[in-house]
């Protein structure tokens, strides 16, 4: 799937895959009369500003779609379409697309049946897949200018890139049933009902999960006039210990973890006969992409009452099997 429209990119590949925005949030310049800056200097000014959003977005929001990525398919010309949309990945940065993006489904299985990732499709011509569709990060080398050689480099070119944009790398893959990463603040999902409890290999509750159990059943074992009190004792302990146990570095995923996925093809049917490739798209599915709603969002359906994460509502006794 091509790459959205930017401004001219290198055409080398190696250039373009080389080119990275600098991320180091702990440190800008001191900036001083008479301060000789160099490539170094200017380039940790950018990774100070870049760095400290990525931190903000990856600590404070998390990874999802934010808004659009809208997927369509087209049965008659095998098209599918991606429209714009903005997300962010697990190291917090920007995955914006700017236009749509369409991919024909029969010329791409037709150049990529034969990836490691189908050696196990017997018959190429008449294959059924399940695909996802996903959002990677990437960059894009862009307005080629003269430049002067660096010192005792030979190798080095009259020309170099002034700029470097941001870009998304759509892909089609393989759909795979590995769980997804674990989500932040467990005891918090554990305590709302949306997590089950975790377990060791011998199937002992971990120490998180086993002192939040000793408190529910302590609480639970309480006269009813005292449990309200108690447990909004208790929910704001979960909450600072499910915060405290939630690490601030950033995840140390390969590139591939990292994409977004947007969208599930289930059942893909290949086929080529005598008028040639045939695509049946089965069942297309939104449902497997993360999302980040935007804040009015969130605080409508909470002022609304009807986020369903009513906290007073929730039946303890039914967390930890023997409550």
């Keep these: 799937m091509p790459d959205t429209a930017l401004p001219t990119c290198s055409t080398s590949p190696d250039a373009a895959c080389a080119a990275e925005l600098p991320d180091s ?7 001083h009369f008479g301060m000789l800056l160099g490539v170094e200097d200017l380039r940790a ?3 100070f500003h870049v760095g400290r959003l990525r931190r903000h977005q990856r600590l404070l929001h998390g990874a999802g779609v934010v808004v659009g990525y809208p997927v369509t398919f087209d049965a008659t010309s095998f098209d599918l379409k991606v429209g714009p949309g903005y997300a962010i990945d697990a190291l917090g940065r920007d995955l914006a697309l700017d236009a749509a993006q369409c991919v024909n489904l029969a010329k791409w299985w037709e150049k990529h049946q034969g990836d490691e990732a189908f050696d196990d499709v017997a018959n190429p011509e008449d294959a059924s897949l399940d695909l996802d569709l996903v959002a990677c990060y990437a960059t894009c080398l862009s307005r080629p200018v003269p430049a002067i050689a660096e010192p005792c480099n030979a190798d080095s070119g009259d020309i170099a890139y002034a700029r470097l944009c941001e870009t998304v790398r759509l892909a ?14 467990h005891l918090v999902r554990v305590w709302l009902g949306l997590e089950a409890p975790a377990t060791g290999s011998g199937g002992a509750l971990l120490s998180d999960d086993a002192w939040l159990k000793a408190q529910i059943d302590a609480l639970l074992a309480l006269p009813a006039t005292d449990q309200p009190a108690a447990r909004a004792t208790l929910a704001r302990e979960v909450w600072a210990r499910a915060v405290a146990a939630t690490p601030p570095a950033a995840p140390d995923l390969d590139a591939d973890a990292l994409c977004l996925p947007l969208a599930r093809l289930s059942g893909v049917h290949f086929g080529k006969d005598a008028g040639g490739w045939q695509v049946t798209p089965g069942a297309l599915t939104l449902g497997v992409r993360p999302l980040l709603l935007a804040s009015t969002t969130l605080q409508g359906l909470l002022l609304g009452g009807v986020s369903g994460l ?14």
């Design 172 to 185: 089609l893959v393989r759909a795979s049933d590995v769980p997804p990463a674990p989500q932040p603040l």
């Design 25 to 31: 949030p702990q440190c800008g310049l001191n900036y």
């Design 310 to 323: 009513d906290a007073a509502g929730l039946d303890l006794s039914t967390l930890f099997p023997g409550s």
């Design 45 to 47: 000014e950018q990774g």
